[in-house]
């Protein structure tokens, strides 16, 4: 069994959000002690620190991530389909906008306010040539929290696995689930 050190525990605790005050609560030790262990200071009685670890894993299965909320089936359109085409399936799927992808890889995106303003002849042009930037990327682990600052600013948000495409998550997947 390989034991955290005090830089993970400080870690672990910064990257869930907690301050050591709220550590110490859910561990049933003392601020300053949590304080102590991250600084060095001190080496907690092993008991201490399965307490403190517990807490911690209590902690983090309280935590929404990216794979809690997203979906698997990405509705996308390739950038070498039409204009026209990407406005079919977004009718047909009731979709306002829809990721690019080529070959699992998130290019673009494209929304009906880039068709808006397109005259008929755009209609059979590919979608490259009018699709705007992709929407931000994140991992399966990324929390709820980074999910929801990303979605003030974009429409949706991809979820990557080794840089192939493996999920979405729109502002309507996430209030749905803080509903």
């Not at 030790?29 to 807490?55: F, W």
Request: no cysteine; charged share 30%; proline share 4%.
């Amino acid at each position: 069994m390989e034991l955290p050190t005090p830089a993970d525990l400080r870690q672990r605790r910064n990257d869930l959000g907690l301050t050591q005050s709220e550590l110490a609560d859910q561990a049933d030790v003392s601020q300053p002690l949590i304080a102590r262990i991250e600084g060095g200071d001190v080496d907690p009685r092993l008991s201490t620190l399965r307490r403190i670890v517990n807490a911690l894993e209590e902690a983090e299965s309280d935590v929404i991530r990216a794979e809690d909320l997203m979906h698997e089936d990405v509705v996308s359109i390739a950038p070498e389909n039409t204009v026209s085409e990407a406005a079919q399936r977004m009718e047909k799927e009731a979709y306002s906008q829809l990721a690019v992808i080529q070959d699992g890889i998130p290019v673009g995106s494209i929304s009906e306010s880039d068709l808006v303003h397109l005259d008929s002849e755009s209609r059979n042009e590919p979608v490259e040539e009018h699709m705007s930037e992709s929407f931000p990327t994140v991992s399966k682990d990324a929390t709820l929290d980074e999910i929801s600052n990303l979605l003030d600013h974009y429409k949706a948000v991809m979820i990557t696995q080794g840089g192939k495409t493996v999920g979405i998550i729109t502002e309507a997947d996430l209030a749905a689930r803080l509903s």
